[in-house]
Every structure is written in structure tokens, then in C-alpha cells.
């Protein structure tokens, strides 16, 4: 009988972090008594204090960096885990078909994701989102766009070893279709290895749309992504480093969280492989 071994303290450590962080976003309307849109025009960039209220200080016009920086987080962290499924289902689909097919047209697909990564796809991205607009479903569609690539790749390698598996030979010896063995024996055999490297790109996601909203390209005005706030805060720096301070710290202790709890998760996967 195999032993199932416990995930490891990194990552369960991680994972609390990040369930907290997300938690705290979620309840920010409700942490917080002051609207992250209405300034408080008696205190214009106040530093952060207990007695004011404003626990992270307000910037230029008063507004509550607290209740923005929630605010922010509950956008780019929507915006990254919404983008990163849609890259799951496009990098988990694309990469099982190429596996499973094998052949030319494994080797088509592959030249397909070869010329995709050689393409700047970050500055088409930026391309899009300046001549269409910055809407959500765009954003989304290009945020995914952009991340689901180095997933299929690794969808494409695990699911062209499956292939050779004996379940898969014996399935298809016994007249199982094509789609038939990818909806039975693949899909379900890759999606676990698919949610680990979803830990992977999350953190990647979160990190273009900061980007896009750093240069003003994530949704408009009242909404404002953790990269929104980095923009404004820069403007502030010498008069009010706070703003800049604190969405900053949140976003870097995101992205750390997130990349130490994927290389656990990829580490312990492995392990349990070997196991098996």
C-alpha cells in the first residue's frame, strides 16, 4: 500500500498565507469604514495613522490607500485567476491533443508554439488593448493568451509519454477513439500535474496585468489593479511613499507566496510520482 505523503511545510505555510491575503481582500468592504473611490478631503496625503483612520495613510485627493489596496487586490487577483483558467483550458487542451496525436502533427503543433513564443506577444497585447479599448473580456483573452503557451508545452511532453502507457495501448487496442481516450485516459491523468503548474502561471498572470495596469492599459477609472496603484504611488513618491509602499509589499509577498508554493507542489507531485 502506498503511503500518501503530506504536503510539505513551505507549502501548506504558503497556502495559508495566500488564503489569508485573499480573505483579507475579499472583506475589505467591510475591514474597512472609508469608500476606496470618495476622498476624505481633510486629510490629503496622510501619513498612515490609527487615530485618523487611514491605517495606510490617503494619497493626493484623500482617498483611503487601505481600502484601495484591497480594492486593487480583489481586481488582480479576479483578473489573474480568471486569465490563468482560461490558460489552464488552452494550454491543458492544446497540449493533450499534440501528445496524444503524435507524428506530423505533433511536430505541427509544436512548430505552432514555437512561432508564438518567438512573437512580442506582450507588446501585442499592449497593441490590442490601445486600439480596441480595455475592456474585461479583452483583458482576459489577452492576459491568457500570453501565459498559456510554456503550459502546453509541458501538457504536450507528459501527454506524449502517456501515450506509450499501457492503459492507453490497451484502451486503444480494445477500439477506443481518438476522443475517447483523451476524455478518459489523458485528461484525467494530466489535469492533476496541470493544477500544480497553475501555481506557476497564476503569479505569471497577476504580474502582466500589474504590468498593463502600470502603464494604464487595465480597466478604467473607478477600478484601480494593484499595478494601478503603482502607478499612482510613483507619482507620490517624494510627498507620500506610502501609496506606493503598501500595494507594492502586497503584490511582491503575492507573487513570492505563489512561486514558493508552485515549487513545493511541483517538488511533492514528483515525489508521489515516484512513490508510484
Keep these: 500500500m502506498i503511503s500518501v505523503r503530506p504536503l510539505p511545510r513551505s507549502a501548506r505555510f504558503c497556502l495559508i498565507g495566500l488564503g489569508a491575503l485573499a480573505l483579507l481582500c475579499l472583506l475589505g468592504p467591510w475591514l474597512s469604514a472609508h469608500d476606496p473611490h470618495s476622498p476624505d478631503w481633510d486629510w490629503l496625503s496622510s501619513a498612515p495613522s490609527w487615530a485618523s483612520g487611514h491605517w495606510f495613510g490617503t494619497d ?16 488582480s487577483l479576479g483578473i489573474g485567476l480568471m486569465a490563468s483558467i482560461i490558460a489552464l483550458v488552452l494550454g491543458l487542451g492544446y497540449g493533450a491533443v499534440a501528445g496524444l496525436a503524435g507524428g506530423g502533427i505533433e511536430r505541427a503543433m509544436l512548430r505552432v508554439l514555437d512561432v508564438l513564443s518567438a512573437l512580442p506577444f506582450l507588446l501585442i497585447v499592449i497593441l490590442l488593448l490601445s486600439l480596441f479599448g480595455r475592456s474585461l473580456p479583452l483583458l482576459l483573452l489577452a492576459i491568457g493568451g500570453y501565459v498559456w503557451i510554456d503550459l502546453a508545452r509541458v501538457m504536450r511532453a507528459e501527454s506524449a509519454r502517456l501515450r506509450e502507457a499501457p492503459f492507453v495501448l490497451a484502451a486503444r487496442a480494445a477500439g477506443a477513439r ?3 481516450l483523451l476524455r478518459w485516459h489523458l485528461l484525467p491523468n494530466l489535469l492533476p500535474l496541470a493544477l500544480v503548474y497553475l501555481g506557476l502561471i497564476l503569479p505569471q498572470a497577476i504580474l502582466v496585468e500589474s504590468f498593463l495596469g502600470f502603464l494604464g492599459l487595465s480597466l478604467d477609472e473607478p477600478s484601480a489593479s494593484w499595478g494601478s496603484l503603482l502607478h499612482e504611488g510613483s507619482q507620490e513618491l517624494d510627498s507620500a511613499p506610502w501609496t506606493l509602499l503598501f500595494p507594492a509589499g502586497l503584490l511582491i509577498a503575492t507573487l513570492a507566496s505563489f512561486q514558493f508554493l508552485g515549487d513545493a507542489l ?6 508521489r510520482g ?3
Excluded at 511541483?266 to 515525489?271: E, H, S
Design 178 to 180: 481518438f476522443d475517447q
Design 60 to 75: 493626493a485627493i484623500g482617498r483611503d490607500v487601505f481600502a484601495r489596496t484591497l480594492a486593487g487586490g480583489r481586481l
Design 266 to 271: 511541483r517538488d511533492w507531485l514528483d515525489v
Design 274 to 276: 515516484e512513490l508510484a
